[in-house]
């Protein structure tokens, strides 16, 4: 049984930080690619990242790129996500999921939410 | 805006049939046979139902399928049960900056 868990969300203020993480249980963690995909307070959802299996390749969106960095330990099966320079339009529900490669992401955790406020 | 353009919302009664589209360009839905489409219940993560246009995932009803014409893909739910009340996404992978896009979402409500 796949399962993920996100943790590390919660309040913070503009230009401040968080890490996200994101543990991953029931399969061969190091073979899979993984990405971040949120979703903001009553918008749809949103990839943001993804990491190779290795951690060698990284994609990033746009709206994240420069500020946030995704990395991965394959020897702890877990799934990082450092967000800095944290603006309001990054509240969301930061979701962490498990991507077979042209199939789309099969395997999901129930999110994290990030409230980015003053 | 989404990169992925479905309606908002679509209603069905019980046992109909309702079919969601999704419209994007020749850079992501036209260009590969890579749409997936995604259940997304309140408080809970998104389930995947279809990938790679037409294939279901283990455990998935087949009363959900989908489909592919030019820039556009569809998802269609049989005999429409009252648990299928979700939103529901569709993804594709795209050669632009993105890795996958999104739609913005459709609102399924079982009268």
């Known amino acids: 049984q796949v399962h993920l868990v996100e943790s590390g969300g919660g309040l913070v203020k503009p230009g401040g930080s968080l890490r996200l993480s994101c543990a991953v249980s029931?399969?061969?963690?190091?073979?899979?690619?993984l990405n971040w995909i949120r979703q903001a307070p009553g918008k749809g959802l949103e990839w943001i990242s993804y990491?190779?299996?290795?951690?060698?390749?990284?994609y990033y969106a746009d709206s994240v790129m420069g500020r946030f960095t995704i990395s991965r330990d394959n020897a702890k099966n877990s799934l990082y996500l450092q967000m800095n320079t944290l603006r309001a339009e990054d509240t969301a529900v930061y979701y962490c999921?498990?991507?077979?490669?042209?199939?789309?992401?099969?395997?999901w955790g129930r999110g994290t939410l990030v409230t980015v406020s003053s | 805006q989404s990169a992925l353009t479905q309606p908002a919302s679509v209603s069905g009664s019980p046992g109909q049939s309702i079919t969601i589209s999704c419209t994007g360009t020749?850079?992501?839905?036209?260009?590969?046979?890579?749409v997936s489409w995604y259940q997304h219940l309140p408080g809970k993560g998104p389930k995947l139902m279809i990938y790679?246009?037409?294939n279901r995932p283990s455990g998935v009803s087949n009363r959900f399928s989908g489909s592919k014409s030019g820039n556009t893909a569809s998802l269609t739910i049989s005999g429409l049960q009252a648990e299928d009340e979700a939103d529901y996404y569709c993804?594709?992978?795209?050669?632009?900056?993105?890795?996958?896009?999104f739609g913005g979402g459709t609102k399924l409500t079982v009268l």
């Open positions: 990491i190779s299996s290795s951690g060698g390749t990284l």
């Open positions: 020749s850079s992501d839905v036209g260009g590969f046979n890579y």
């Open positions: 790679k246009v037409n």
């Open positions: 993804s594709s992978y795209t050669n632009t900056n993105a890795h996958v896009v």
């Open positions: 029931g399969f061969t963690f190091s073979d899979y690619y």
């Open positions: 999921a498990i991507e077979e490669p042209g199939e789309g992401f099969h395997y």
